[in-house]
């Protein structure tokens, strides 16, 4: 039972990432720099840091919490994802939420669970880790099931269509950048493994374990800020954005922030929930070393629901549907598997 509610709260903070994606579609006169920074500032530093506060222990503070050791890997690992996070925006502008989020998510999902055991030396051919092996591998499956239909839709649909469902629809560019983005935002769960000590501290100190990773998290996400902030920085610059912000009334200049506030308060919500989620996994190991897994698979579900009301896959054939459905199956199997093995 308590597997069951550690999964319930992790879907739900992966239905509001999936869903984080809406209010950017909302802003107006904004490129997507402005838009990307704007609502990195909220999902990266300011909802992370009110996180973190409830995790600190009584009579202590942050500083003393991240000096229990591994805050600057952390904050390395961090900046590393933070290139994830950059090309994941890039992949849902050229391929939509539904196959930009199913690509980048599902091979983030197989990096993140496979690069923090491969480092804990786990065997991947007896027990434990060759059960994860076999979850992982269901995962690629389902994958690579997904990019297919998202050929097949590229096939099926004239450049007008595309540009309907996608303004800057481009399958190949898309592609590229999409795995790029799930490789390099697996660094997220390698950051969360360096600040361990971190963690440990906060539990020490009576905080409980439900918010006792939000410190970590605050510090992965920390590093991230710095790699986005930097890029779209420079690119505001380079394009006069600032000009751009200028030109809009101070009403829809607010209503803007508001929209990408929203936005980043439901993408952070998919690491407050998995860290919930988490504390109810520790009596089962190997769904508990599937969680991040379990999250993006989950946000790869979601996102394409949401791909589906936002008519992202209208005028494709049944064929088409057929083979995304499959993929999407594939990836709950991955799931099942792993909790049924479970003692």
């Not at 997904?146 to 649909?157: K, P, Q």
Request: aromatic content about 10%; overall charge positive.
């Amino acid at each position: 039972m308590n597997s069951l509610f550690g999964l319930l709260i992790m879907a739900l903070g992966s239905f509001s990432q999936s869903s984080s994606y809406l209010p950017i579609r909302k802003v107006k006169g904004w490129s997507w720099e402005s838009f990307w920074l704007v609502q990195g500032i909220f999902a990266w530093i300011v909802f992370p840091l009110l996180g973190s506060i409830i995790a600190i222990p009584s009579g202590s503070s942050l500083m003393e919490l991240w000096a229990a050791g591994g805050a600057l890997k952390a904050i390395g690992f961090g900046a590393l994802w933070g290139i994830g996070g950059l090309t994941f925006g890039l992949s849902m502008r050229f391929l939509g939420v539904a196959l930009g989020q199913s690509i980048a998510l599902g091979t983030c999902a197989a990096f993140g669970t496979l690069l923090p055991a491969m480092m804990g030396h786990t065997n991947f051919l007896q027990g434990e880790g060759l059960l994860l092996l076999i979850g992982i591998s269901i995962t690629v499956a389902g994958i690579a099931i997904i990019g297919y239909a998202g050929s097949l839709r590229s096939a099926n649909m004239t450049e007008e269509e595309k540009r309907a469902a996608i303004k800057d629809f481009a399958l190949s560019k898309g592609l590229l950048v999409a795995f790029l983005a799930g490789a390099m935002s697996a660094c997220f769960t390698l950051g969360l493994e360096a600040g361990t000590p971190i963690k440990a501290a906060a539990l020490a100190g009576g905080v409980n374990g439900l918010y006792a990773g939000l410190p970590v998290i605050f510090l992965v996400t920390l590093g991230g800020a710095v790699t986005n902030v930097a890029y779209c920085s420079w690119q505001n610059i380079k394009n006069k954005a600032p000009k751009e912000r200028e030109a809009l009334s101070k009403q829809d200049l607010l209503r803007n922030v508001l929209f990408c506030a929203l936005a980043g308060g439901l993408w952070y919500s998919q690491f407050f929930g998995l860290e919930m989620g988490k504390s109810f996994l520790t009596d089962s190991p190997v769904l508990l070393a599937f969680s991040w897994s379990i999250l993006m698979s989950l946000n790869v579900l979601f996102s394409n629901v949401w791909g589906g009301i936002l008519k992202e896959w209208k005028g494709v054939n049944r064929k088409t549907i057929a083979v995304l459905v499959s993929g999407l199956t594939i990836l709950i199997l991955s799931v099942i598997v792993v909790g049924m093995a479970q003692p």
